[in-house]
């Protein structure tokens, strides 16, 4: 009995093992994969039998999620956001992925995707994160200036407090405030925010459309 015993745990000891070492072999080729841009070998990793042994199905579909949104395959995004939707997995899982899904979108201003991520948010029941993302989409998709007002009141607390990537905080709600002046064709106060979000978003993709706004608004003078 004793020695039964001992068989079995040492048996369950090697399973553990080997679970551990072959999760984090095919893990790290995967995410190497991801990071060199190798997405083929990233695919052919994710279809692999070791893939299917050692990963967990929503850790494997949320990479691919990344593959996909990395590549701008629109089709394959809402594919796997469908996909990741109807898995039996945490609903903040799926908010994750789905809330990646809709950034990729609002991106790229594909208005009926946004959407529908918007409604797979509503449905589970994240009252915040829905309020959030469906003031971006009123915002960027459907170019409205209601929101002023209450973005003012996130910019007040977000320069008051301490925060990672503050700068670029502050830079967001100020871009957001000075778009929807620029809907209202009130350059004076869309300028107002515009210039200290320029240097608050300097690098990345918000200070290339700020630009796009104030040229745009130029040619209209």
């Known amino acids: 009995m004793k020695e039964s015993l ?15 070492i ?3 072999i095919v893990m790290k080729k995967m995410t190497t994969s991801l990071e060199e841009e ?19 199905p929503y850790i494997k579909e949320s990479m691919k999620l990344s593959a996909y949104i990395a590549q ?3 089709e394959e995004v809402k594919k796997e956001i469908a996909l990741i939707e109807n898995m039996r997995i945490k609903p903040q899982q799926k908010l994750m ?3 990646n899904a809709f950034y990729f979108f609002l991106g790229k201003r594909e208005e009926a995707s946004c959407k529908q991520m918007l409604d797979y948010v509503k449905k589970l029941g994240d009252e915040r994160t829905y ?46 405030i000075g778009l929807q002046y620029s809907y209202l064709n009130d350059k004076k ?9 320029l240097i608050h978003c300097k690098g990345t993709t918000y200070e290339v459309e700020m630009n796009q706004v104030i040229e745009k608004m130029n040619e209209n003078i």
């Not at 106060?189 to 979000?197: D, E, H, S, T």
């Open 6 to 20: 001992m068989i079995a745990v040492f048996i369950i000891i090697v399973f553990v093992v080997l679970q551990y």
């Open 22 to 24: 072959g999760k984090n």
């Open 38 to 56: 190798k997405y083929d070998a990233f695919f052919k990793t994710s279809q692999s039998i070791l893939c299917f042994l050692f990963v967990k």
């Open 72 to 74: 701008e395959e629109s």
């Open 97 to 99: 992925s789905i809330s």
């Open 131 to 176: 309020n959030n993302l469906k003031i971006q989409y009123d915002i960027f998709i459907l170019k409205e200036s209601k929101h002023i007002d209450e973005i003012k009141k996130k910019l007040e607390i977000a320069q008051r407090n301490n925060m990672p990537n503050k700068d670029l905080m502050v830079g967001s709600l100020e871009y957001l």
């Open 189 to 197: 106060n869309m300028m107002k925010y515009f210039k200290p979000a």
